[in-house]
């Protein structure tokens, strides 16, 4: 009867129940005591009869949850009050704590009342490793934020994954938080466990604006993820333009190769970001570094049909005649994929018409087997012999 009344917000029956004596700490089949379903449903006048009348509040239910979690779970501000005032701990973490729990929920009242109480604030969550303040920089709630670096929150404790509040913060293009952790010295470098930064995070995710907070906050522009790739090398690859110039006026490598070998201007040649490659070419960057299958950035962008990147590339006198490891040149993988106006630029740029690769296949073989009439005239035309067999005959 207790139960029933405490759940349904029945005042008066809640008071003849306690005045007859009954068991106000008694549990239904999922644990729930009245106290439970009182701070459940928001019965505030019920939740004050019932701490009044001593009930334990501290009582979990069968799935760990307390009074206070509850309360604090569905923002009820008025009984996470009372209950922390009858003593109800604030760090219980069998489920996740009442203070992780309002900051997940973005429950601002309450976390600044909780941790007026004492709640311990670096405390992560059994399963992930996740704090109140990574949760809130990863939702967005910049006031949680505010409240629990101002009550001295660990701001580099990061989740089981390797990532910290900053980095999520710098993923998630919350930008008014990435400023609050930067101003409160939060490290900038810290890097999750593939390798990642919140610099990398940020300028693969395309957000400007905290890159050049992380810029001007001293973040290492040069540190690679777990594959050799760098901040600039993601936003080559991503075409992000305006942030390759930031990263580049703060120092950032233009020669690096990631674990593939590939270049900036590699990597920018395959995706077609031509205006890339433009400030890579003005920047001076070697243009004719292969990767780890002998590709140049030349070769990749003869392959992908890339030929306003071709015309840039010569024009930087790219070496139009540097081969693959199985012997492909441009020349030849433009001819292969019938490319006639790339053809055109490397004819024009001298590129040798003879060199076969490893099979023997001449330019003008792969041209005449895959039916491009107009690069096996164009070959012609540049005196390519029209006797050389490849190696099948």
Do not use: C
Request: glycine share 6%.
């Amino acid at each position: 009867e207790l139960f029933k009344a405490a759940g349904d917000g029945d005042v008066q029956v809640v008071q003849a129940a306690l005045q007859q004596g009954a068991d106000i700490n008694r549990k239904n089949l999922n644990g729930w005591t009245p106290l439970f379903i009182a701070s459940y449903e928001g019965h505030s006048t019920i939740v004050e009869m019932l701490v009044n009348a001593n009930a334990d509040v501290n009582i979990a239910t069968n799935a760990g949850k307390t009074p206070l979690y509850i309360a604090s779970y569905l923002g009820r501000s008025a009984i996470v009050e009372m209950l922390v005032n009858s003593n109800a701990d604030v760090n219980n973490n069998d489920v996740s704590t009442p203070l992780y729990i309002a900051s997940s929920r973005g429950h601002s009242t309450i976390v600044e009342m909780l941790v007026n109480a004492n709640a311990d604030v670096n405390i992560a969550t059994r399963w992930n490793g996740w704090t109140p303040l990574y949760i809130a920089s990863r939702r967005g709630y910049s006031t949680i934020v505010e409240i629990l670096v101002n009550a001295n929150a660990d701001m580099n404790i990061a989740t089981d994954y390797g990532d910290t509040p900053l980095y999520i913060a710098s993923r998630e293009g919350h930008s008014t938080i990435v400023e609050m952790l930067v101003n409160a010295n939060a490290d900038v470098n810290i890097a999750t466990k593939e390798g990642i930064t919140p610099l990398y995070m940020a300028s693969l995710q395309g957000h400007s604006t905290i890159v050049e907070m992380l810029v001007n906050a001293n973040a290492d522009v040069n540190i690679a993820d777990n594959y050799g790739d760098t901040p600039l090398y993601t936003a080559t690859e991503k075409g992000h333009s305006t942030i390759m110039e930031m990263l580049m006026n703060a120092n950032a490598d233009m020669n690096i190769t990631n674990n593939d070998g590939y270049t900036l201007l590699y990597i920018a040649s395959r995706e077609g970001h031509s205006t890339i490659v433009e400030m890579l070419v003005n920047a001076n960057v070697d243009v004719n570094i292969a990767d780890n299958y002998g590709a140049t950035p030349l070769y990749i962008a003869s392959l992908e049909g890339h030929s306003t990147i071709v015309e840039m590339l010569v024009n930087a006198n790219a070496d139009v005649n540097i081969a693959t490891n199985d012997g492909w040149t441009p020349l030849l993988i433009a001819s292969r994929w019938g490319r006639s106006t790339i053809v055109e630029m490397l004819v024009n740029a001298n590129a040798d018409v003879t060199i076969a690769n490893y099979d023997g296949d001449t330019p003008l073989n792969i041209a005449s087997r895959e039916r491009h009439s107009n690069i096996v005239e164009m070959l012609v035309k540049a005196n390519a012999d029209v006797n050389i067999a490849d190696n099948d005959g």
